[in-house]
């Protein structure tokens, strides 16, 4: 029989669904089937996976009628071929805990003058689509980082759920990076770092 | 006409600044309890399997409360205030066992000592601060229905202590999974209500 089965990760981009991922069995070349089953907290009954092709192979996806918050899921993945089956150990997971959001878009960087003549940077951003973040159901926290382009150190700035931010004693003449994240409030992960931006402060 | 202070109208708070320290409670009170349940992780269940054990053990679990988006969009302004009143008031018995009790545990750090007399403190902040908003919200009477009984005391005192253990295990875990809802559906009413959806 093929070996057993390993859940990789699970992981919700907007709190309303959720996929999981599993890493194959070793089948020592047999055709080999993967099922996923899951129960929900509450109840007795056992499902098997919704959905196992929008997120790709040895994925299953969790539409929002699938998906329930505060609520724990009972997963397991059971190979099977013609020597027999094996299943994986369970996979514990309550969804309000895997968020893990897109970066965020729409990011602007405007260089303006202080009343003393000194440049400052006003950064802007928009939270990634998928995040519905007008009803209240999920509140992003960011985070943006920025350094010389040919420093080493990132200056790491949390800058909680605003999405504008203004930045003050840039030294003249150097060419920035800057990029943004985010995150739930409370739980959940950071998303990917937003792509690269660049900026160069002026010497005038 | 009486001076009033900033955020109050005819000397009453506003609604907006009702929801606004509302949520700053709860806020604080999730993450208290977060932040306390693993520590108690941590330090008291590695290994121990309680998730598993933990599942559908909430007492508050018979109170039917939104699970997802839709849910917590589609149920009306008031069911959601009384739901959540109703949780916190369940909340009060256990909170005051818990802040007693947890003294009991071996070794168990300040830490977890002060979190649980705060978060007590903070729950019944909260529910003063819910009942004036419902209070103005509410066309009709506010209900104290809504509450479901603890009666998880003597298992926070039994001598066997893996199973003692287990039961503070789970009360940390339905209280953070509570007071998350609690701040969560608090976030969405107030978009709703304050914002119309927009914030």
Request: proline share 6%; glycine share 4%.
């Amino acid at each position: 029989p093929p070996e057993k089965p390993t859940i990789i990760k699970c992981r919700s981009p907007e709190k309303e669904t959720f996929t999981c991922w599993w890493k194959p069995a070793s089948d020592g070349g047999l055709s080999t089937s993967h099922t996923l089953l899951y129960s929900k907290e509450g109840e007795e009954k056992v499902y098997e996976c919704p959905d196992y092709k929008t997120a790709g192979p040895n994925s299953c996806y969790f539409d929002k009628k699938h998906t329930s918050f505060w609520t724990i899921y009972n997963i397991t993945v059971r190979a099977t071929n013609e020597m027999g089956s094996n299943v994986s150990d369970p996979h514990y997971v309550d969804v309000t805990y895997i968020v893990q959001p897109d970066p965020p878009v729409n990011i602007t960087l405007e260089l303006k003058k202080s009343v003393k003549r000194k440049p400052y940077l006003v950064l802007t951003w928009s939270p990634p689509p998928l995040a519905d973040v007008r009803s209240g159901w999920l509140t992003l926290e960011y985070e943006l980082r920025l350094k010389p382009e040919e420093g080493e150190e990132w200056e790491t700035i949390f800058v909680g759920q605003q999405t504008q931010c203004k930045m003050f004693s840039l030294n003249p003449g150097k060419r920035y990076i800057v990029q943004i994240h985010c995150k739930p409030d409370h739980h959940g992960l950071w998303s990917e770092w937003s792509p690269e931006m660049y900026i160069e402060i002026p010497t005038d | 006409l009486p001076i009033c202070h900033n955020g109050y109208i005819n000397c009453q708070l506003s609604l907006e600044e009702l929801f606004d320290r509302a949520v700053k409670v709860s806020h604080h009170m999730h993450f208290l309890s977060s932040e306390m349940f693993h520590e108690f992780e941590d330090r008291y269940a590695q290994g121990r399997g309680f998730i598993a054990k933990a599942v559908n053990s909430c007492h508050t679990a018979s109170l039917t409360t939104p699970e997802d988006k839709e849910q917590a969009q589609q149920i009306h302004h008031e069911d959601l205030l009384n739901l959540i009143l109703g949780v916190l008031r369940s909340w009060n018995d256990p909170l005051i066992h818990l802040a007693s009790e947890v003294h009991r545990i071996k070794e168990a750090p300040e830490t977890i000592l002060w979190k649980a007399v705060e978060i007590e403190e903070q729950n019944k902040r909260l529910l003063e601060g819910m009942e004036k908003i419902v209070g103005r919200v509410h066309s009709g009477e506010v209900r104290n229905d809504i509450h479901t009984p603890w009666d998880g005391l003597p298992s926070l005192q039994l001598a066997d202590e893996d199973s003692r253990l287990f039961a503070f295990y789970n009360l940390l875990h339905c209280l953070r999974r509570d007071s998350h809802k609690i701040d969560n559906y608090l976030k969405v009413l107030k978009c709703r209500l304050i914002y119309n959806n927009n914030c």
